[in-house]
């Protein structure tokens, strides 16, 4: 009788530690798993802000050019009807660009980067304008265009320093 208590005993203590063992390779299952996870959703984040840091980069470089762009454009109408070809040419270019930037922002978001990178394509426009195609503007509605469109390139900055991490 003695000897069936030491095989029950034996078999008990065997079935506790296989089921312990389990537990036990399940737990570390389950925590491999959560941090592969962790670690899926990290390098997802990180690939989001550098496709978001390239789209505003871009946009960026851009819209120096379409700034630089400007008063070339204006220089040369210097009294004549219309824009020389060349000169019509870069500004359509870097209007192009500009755009560019601002519909690869809308892809990347955030909403709140996008509507920044519209305020500033919608000054870029302005800015064009003024000093490129409206013979009758004054040296006042050349700068306050500036200013306005300086002002927008600065509002976008704040908002995309914001979404990257860079405003805490």
Request: aromatic share 6%; no cysteine; charged share 25%.
């Amino acid at each position: 009788m003695s000897e069936w208590i030491t095989v029950a005993a034996g078999l008990g203590g065997a079935t506790i530690g296989a089921a312990g063992g389990m537990w036990g390779a399940s737990r570390g299952a389950r925590a491999v798993k959560d941090t592969r996870l962790q670690q899926e959703i990290h390098e997802q984040r990180s690939w989001v802000r550098d496709q978001r840091r390239e789209a505003y980069q871009a946009l960026l470089t851009a819209d120096l050019q379409l700034t630089a762009v400007a008063p070339v454009a204006w220089q040369a109408r210097d009294g004549a009807a219309h824009l020389s070809r060349e000169v019509a040419d870069q500004v359509v270019q870097a209007r192009r660009e500009v755009y560019a930037g601002v519909t690869g922002i809308e892809i990347t978001g955030p909403d709140d980067v996008a509507k920044a990178a519209g305020r500033l394509l919608e000054t870029g426009t302005q800015l064009l304008g003024v000093w490129g195609f409206e013979r009758a503007a004054s040296a006042e509605d050349r700068g306050a265009a500036l200013r306005q469109h300086e002002h927008a390139r600065a509002e976008f900055r704040r908002a995309a320093r914001a979404a990257l991490g860079f405003d805490r």
